[in-house]
């Protein structure tokens, strides 16, 4: 067994509401390590390094392959998966790993947030495919190739939360929908049956806290895991929304 050590400082909160502390850890490192299994380990035998025997730390996770997106939370400061934070990369040194929740969500436990808004938000944008009933419609409008290369990596998002948590223009203060639901957006619309819905989804982002509310500090491209084009998103259908602004009336 390697003598290399692995030290964890964690931020915990027993309950909304309650007082926030810090707990450290200190684990054997083993090869191939990442946050999962480390907080795993902690769980195990939840020994702070001071000697204190504590409730074991509590967080979120499913798939353990960057899928599912249920394990986000802030790893030395920046917002990622921490499934595929692994030690290795972000501790070469040795240096204090430091784990926090996610601020942009309301917090559950621990490391654990209420991701629900981002799930609400994509009501609000009717993010699927609207079918009338279930009697056979027939055949569907055939999807060129083109539409679907583009199609394909705005359908990677794992509604994870971190272009929220990076994004200054989602706050208290501000209904901004976020550029998941956007992205969503852009996606639905380009679909040969989704499009047929098309206006609706604009017009929601033509009310409070939709596309107008972006800032445009691109934060939401740099963290995104899957590297959505979000930015490119916001920008077509910002186009979209001004568009249907002036010239949607038209159609009706």
């Given at each position: 067994?390697?003598?290399?050590?692995v030290?964890f400082k964690?931020?915990?909160?027993?309950?909304p509401g309650?007082?926030?502390?810090?707990?450290?850890?200190l684990?054997?490192w083993?090869?191939q390590m990442n946050?999962?299994?480390?907080l795993?380990a902690i769980?195990?035998?939840?020994v702070t390094?001071?000697?204190?025997?504590?409730?074991?730390?509590?967080?979120?996770?499913?798939?353990?392959?960057e899928?599912?997106?249920s394990?986000?939370?802030?790893v030395?400061?920046k917002?990622?998966q921490?499934c595929?934070a692994?030690?290795?990369?972000i501790?070469p040194n040795?240096?204090?790993?430091t784990?926090?929740p996610?601020t942009k969500?309301p917090l559950?436990?621990?490391l654990?947030?209420?991701?629900q808004?981002m799930?609400?938000?994509l009501k609000k944008?009717?993010?699927?495919?609207?079918?009338?009933?279930?009697h056979?419609l027939?055949?569907?409008p055939r999807q060129?190739?083109e539409?679907?290369e583009?199609?394909y990596p705005?359908?990677?998002?794992?509604?994870?939360g971190?272009?929220?948590?990076?994004c200054?223009q989602?706050?208290?203060h501000?209904?901004?929908?976020?550029?998941a639901?956007?992205?969503q957006?852009?996606?639905?619309?380009?679909h040969p049956s989704?499009?047929?819905?098309?206006a609706e989804r604009?017009?929601t982002?033509?009310?409070?806290?939709?596309?107008a509310?972006c800032?445009?500090?691109q934060n939401?491209?740099?963290?995104c895991p899957?590297?959505i084009?979000?930015v490119d998103s916001?920008?077509?259908?910002s186009?979209?929304?001004?568009k249907?602004?002036l010239f949607?009336?038209?159609l009706?």
């Amino acid at each position: 067994m390697s003598d290399r050590k692995v030290r964890f400082k964690i931020k915990r909160q027993d309950a909304p509401g309650t007082e926030a502390r810090w707990d450290e850890f200190l684990l054997d490192w083993e090869p191939q390590m990442n946050v999962i299994s480390s907080l795993m380990a902690i769980q195990r035998n939840p020994v702070t390094t001071d000697n204190r025997t504590v409730a074991p730390v509590v967080w979120e996770s499913v798939c353990l392959e960057e899928v599912c997106g249920s394990c986000t939370m802030i790893v030395n400061g920046k917002v990622r998966q921490a499934c595929t934070a692994l030690i290795d990369q972000i501790a070469p040194n040795g240096e204090t790993i430091t784990l926090e929740p996610m601020t942009k969500f309301p917090l559950v436990r621990d490391l654990i947030v209420d991701r629900q808004k981002m799930f609400d938000n994509l009501k609000k944008v009717k993010a699927w495919i609207q079918l009338d009933g279930t009697h056979e419609l027939g055949a569907a409008p055939r999807q060129s190739q083109e539409n679907q290369e583009e199609a394909y990596p705005l359908s990677r998002c794992m509604t994870c939360g971190c272009c929220l948590e990076a994004c200054p223009q989602v706050n208290s203060h501000s209904d901004f929908i976020g550029p998941a639901a956007i992205n969503q957006v852009r996606l639905f619309n380009m679909h040969p049956s989704g499009k047929m819905h098309a206006a609706e989804r604009l017009e929601t982002l033509m009310g409070p806290g939709g596309i107008a509310d972006c800032g445009k500090a691109q934060n939401c491209v740099e963290v995104c895991p899957k590297e959505i084009p979000l930015v490119d998103s916001i920008a077509v259908v910002s186009r979209a929304t001004t568009k249907h602004m002036l010239f949607g009336w038209l159609l009706k």
